[in-house]
């Protein structure tokens, strides 16, 4: 591997440098979005077993504080505004909380998306690394040939196999990083969708309209 990278030359830098911003990139998504996940479950738990009317929600606001994720600030929002149009009709109160929940919810769950941008960066430039590093080097083997005024097919065959090194480079770094990519917006798309889904239960709940059971079954 050592001499595969030395012979590739200057673009193997550059490639190596893309490969630990992508792993990087990847690990911290997999620990963020898997923390994600295990926190909604605990959450609804202990936010239905800690609500009350009579004290305004103010230890589910405690729950959703020591959670902090965006399912928890979204929750807390909603409690907010559910004392703010504690006088209003029910109807008119369920749009009030809706509209909580679609300003909350595009704040909060944007936040996911952090790293995707760097992913596709990656995956995008990686193998242009790689082109660009194997035209050099395609470049420097016929400039080779000229020099020796004869085409000697062990020259020209071990020129080109050391240009395509960074090519092949390129395309390894950019496969798992593109998977990962795919992998990782479904996810957040899963994740978006059950919070959305969670966050109308909860507004039922807070309304009257749900029990507490039914809104940890909706996780």
Partial sequence: MLELFAKGG???WLLLISSVV??????ERLIVLNLVSKKQKGFISDFVNSFSQEDKGKKALEVCTSYNTALSRIVASLINQNNKYGDLEEQEKKFALEDAVNLSAIRELETLDKGLDVLAAVSTIAPL?????????????FDSIAKAATVDPVLVASGIQVALITTATGLLIAFPVSAFHVYF??????????VEYISVKVIDFLLGRARANELQKAI
């Fill in 185 to 194: 917006t479904s996810r957040i798309n899963e994740i978006t969708k059950d």
């Fill in 22 to 27: 992508g792993v990087a990139t990847i690990f």
């Fill in 10 to 12: 200057w673009a193997m």
């Fill in 129 to 141: 690394i790689g082109f660009l590093g194997t035209v050099v080097g395609m470049m420097m083997a």
